[in-house]
C-alpha cells in the first residue's frame, strides 16, 4: 500500500497570501494518479486537482498542481475567505489511498 | 449534472452487516465510463477508500477491508449498494458514495452509521 503523508498539518496564514502544501509519497506513483481535494465542515470532499495538475471543471485558476515521482505539491497562489478548509491528497497508482490532510487555517 | 444521495441505517449493532444504498441521478451508471464508489471517513478523522463497481459489475475492494465487504450495482434502479459484514465500534464514520474517472468529482452528502449496541 502506498502511504501519502502531507505536511505540514496545520498552516496558519492570511487571506492573500500564498499557501504551498506538501503531498509525499512512500513510493512512486505516476503523475495520471494523483489528485487534491478541499474539505470544509459538514461537506464531503470537492475534486481540485486530478492528474497531478489540472485543474477540475469550475476549480480557480489560483489553484495549481505540481510534482512527480513521490513529490507532489498543491499551491494556492492567493488565498480567498472561502479557501480556508481541509485539503487532501489521494492516489490510485496501487490500490487507492488518501493523505491524513493539511488544514488552511486564518492567521 | 449528476447526483448521488446515500440511505441506510444510521445505527447497526456490532457483528451485524452495514447495508447502505447510493441512488444516481442526472446520470446514467449504466452508460459506462466511470467507477462508482463508497469511501468513509472517521470523525473528525482522514478518509479511506472502501472500494469500487463499474456498471459491468466488475468490484475492486481495499485490502485492508476484503473479505468483509460487498458492493453491487442496479442498474435499471441506477443504485449501487454497500454491504459491510461483521461491523466493530471502528467502522464507526461518515459513509459516502462517489463517481470517478480522472478523480472523485461526484460525491453524496455522505450518512453517519453509528455501530453500537
Known amino acids: 500500500e502506498i502511504v501519502l503523508t502531507q505536511s505540514p498539518g496545520t498552516l496558519s496564514l492570511s487571506p492573500g497570501e500564498r499557501a504551498t502544501l506538501s503531498c509525499r509519497a512512500s513510493?512512486?506513483?505516476?503523475?495520471?494518479?494523483l489528485a487534491w481535494y478541499q474539505q470544509k465542515p459538514g461537506q464531503a470532499p470537492r475534486l481540485l486537482i486530478y492528474?497531478?495538475?489540472s485543474r477540475a471543471t469550475g476549480i480557480p485558476d489560483r489553484f495549481s498542481g505540481s510534482g512527480s515521482g513521490t513529490d507532489f505539491t498543491l499551491t494556492i497562489s492567493r488565498l480567498e475567505p472561502e479557501d480556508f478548509a481541509v485539503y487532501y491528497c489521494?492516489?490510485?497508482?496501487?490500490?487507492?489511498?488518501f493523505g491524513g490532510g493539511t488544514k488552511v487555517e486564518i492567521k | 449534472q449528476v447526483q448521488l444521495q446515500e440511505s441506510g441505517p444510521g445505527l447497526v449493532k456490532p457483528s451485524q452487516t452495514l447495508s447502505l444504498t447510493c441512488t444516481v441521478s442526472?446520470?446514467?451508471?449504466?452508460?459506462?465510463?466511470?467507477?462508482w464508489n463508497w469511501i468513509r471517513q472517521d470523525p473528525g478523522k482522514g478518509l479511506e477508500w472502501i472500494g469500487y463497481i463499474n456498471y459491468s459489475g466488475s468490484t475492486y475492494y481495499n485490502p485492508s477491508l476484503k473479505g468483509r465487504v460487498t458492493i453491487s450495482v442496479d442498474t435499471s434502479k441506477n443504485q449501487f449498494s454497500l454491504k459491510l459484514s461483521s461491523v466493530t465500534a471502528a467502522d464507526t464514520a461518515v459513509y459516502y458514495c462517489a463517481r470517478s474517472a480522472r478523480g472523485f468529482d461526484s460525491w453524496g452528502q455522505g450518512t453517519l452509521v453509528t455501530v453500537s449496541s
Open positions: 492528474g497531478a495538475s
Open positions: 513510493q512512486s506513483v505516476s503523475s495520471s494518479y
Open positions: 489521494q492516489q490510485h497508482g496501487s490500490s487507492l489511498t
Open positions: 442526472g446520470g446514467s451508471i449504466g452508460s459506462g465510463g466511470y467507477f
